[in-house]
C-alpha cells in the first residue's frame, strides 16, 4: 500500500492517468444515465466495438501510433456505426436490438481481420494496438493523458449545457417538439457525444467492456433515486470510483490490463447498490417487509387483548 502511494504521489504521469480515467469514469456515468433512460445502451457498444476497424485503419495509413490519429480513426467508423444503426431500423422491418448485433458483429469482425494483419507486419507487431482490446491505462504517455482528460472534461460541460433539452427530449420527445426543441439535432448532438466518450475511453477500457463503464454506473445509480439529476450525480461519482479504483489496482502489478479491473469495481458498486440502496435494495425490501410484518402483527396483538379482533 505504501509503494501504490508513493507512486501516486511522486509520479506526474501516474497522477495524470488517475485524473484521466476520473474524469472518463464521470463522463461515461453522466451520459451513460441519459443513454439508460433512452433505452439507448446497446448503441454504445455496438460503437465501441465498431472503433477498432477505425484505429486499425488509422495506424496502418500513418505507419505509427499516434494516440490523435487513431481517435480520429476511431471517430469515423463508431459515427458510422451509429448512423447505420439509426438507418437500418428507420428504413427496413428490422428491429433495433437486431441491427445492433448486425452491424457490431460486422464492424468487429472486420476489426479482428485488420488488427490480425497490422499485427503480424513488422511495425505492427510492436505498436501495441492490442492494448485497445481490453484496456492499458499504462500505455499512455503524458500527451496522450492529457488529451484524453481535456475532452472528457469538455464532454461533461456540454452535456451540462444542454441538460435541460436533453431531460424533456429524453421523457417526452412529443412536448419537446412542441417548444420547438431540434429533436433532430439534439440527436444528432447526443449520439456523438456518446460516441466521444467511447472513443476516449477505449485505450483505459478497451472496446469489450466501455459499454460497461457507460452502464454499469446508471444502473447502480438507477436503485438509489428517481430523479434524473440525481442519478446523473451518483451515476458519475460512482464511475470515477470505478475508474479510480480500477486503473490503482492496474498498477500493481506489470502488464495488467486497466479494463477489467474497473468493470469489476463498477460492478461491485452496482451490486452494493442492488442489495443495500434505501428503498430498492433486496435487503432493504426484506427488512423493511419484516418489520411491517412485525407491525401488522403487534397491532393484531393489541386489537385481540382489547377484544376488538374478530
Not at 492494448?131 to 499512455?140: E, H, K, P, T, Y
Amino acid at each position: 500500500m505504501s509503494d501504490l502511494m508513493n507512486m501516486v504521489l511522486n509520479n506526474a504521469n501516474t497522477q495524470w492517468v488517475l485524473l484521466a480515467t476520473m474524469l472518463l469514469g464521470i463522463a461515461s456515468g453522466v451520459l451513460g444515465s441519459i443513454a439508460l433512460l433512452r433505452k439507448q445502451s446497446l448503441i454504445g457498444d455496438a460503437v465501441a466495438h465498431a472503433a477498432l476497424p477505425g484505429i486499425c485503419i488509422a495506424f496502418m495509413l500513418t505507419g505509427e501510433k499516434s494516440l490523435l490519429a487513431l481517435l480520429i480513426g476511431a471517430t469515423i467508423t463508431g459515427l458510422l456505426a451509429a448512423y447505420c444503426i439509426q438507418f437500418v431500423i428507420s428504413n427496413s422491418i428490422i428491429k433495433e436490438d437486431t441491427a445492433i448485433c448486425l452491424i457490431l458483429s460486422v464492424f468487429f469482425g472486420f476489426g479482428i481481420v485488420l488488427l490480425t494483419k497490422v499485427t503480424q507486419s513488422p511495425a505492427g507487431n510492436k505498436s501495441g494496438l492490442s492494448d485497445f482490446i481490453f484496456g492499458q491505462a499504462a500505455s499512455l504517455v503524458g500527451s496522450d493523458v492529457k488529451m484524453m482528460a481535456i475532452t472528457a472534461a469538455a464532454l461533461i460541460v456540454i452535456t451540462a449545457l444542454i441538460f435541460k433539452e436533453l431531460k424533456v427530449l429524453t421523457f417526452d420527445p412529443e412536448f419537446a417538439k412542441g417548444l420547438g426543441l431540434p429533436a433532430g439535432f439534439l440527436n444528432l448532438v447526443f449520439l456523438s457525444l456518446l460516441v466521444a466518450v467511447i472513443v476516449i475511453g477505449i485505450q483505459a477500457v478497451g472496446v469489450i467492456l466501455m459499454a460497461a463503464l457507460l452502464i454499469t454506473p446508471a444502473v447502480a445509480a438507477r436503485y438509489w433515486t428517481d430523479s434524473l439529476g440525481k442519478m446523473i450525480v451518483i451515476s458519475g461519482i460512482f464511475g470515477a470510483i470505478s475508474g479510480v479504483a480500477g486503473t490503482l489496482i492496474s498498477t500493481l502489478g506489470e502488464g495488467l490490463a486497466t479494463g477489467p479491473f474497473i468493470v469489476v469495481t463498477a460492478t461491485a458498486l452496482f451490486l452494493f447498490s442492488m442489495f443495500f440502496a434505501p428503498g430498492r435494495g433486496i435487503v432493504t425490501k426484506v427488512i423493511k417487509r419484516q418489520l411491517n410484518h412485525k407491525k401488522i402483527n403487534r397491532e393484531l396483538t393489541m386489537q385481540k387483548e382489547r377484544g376488538e379482533y374478530l
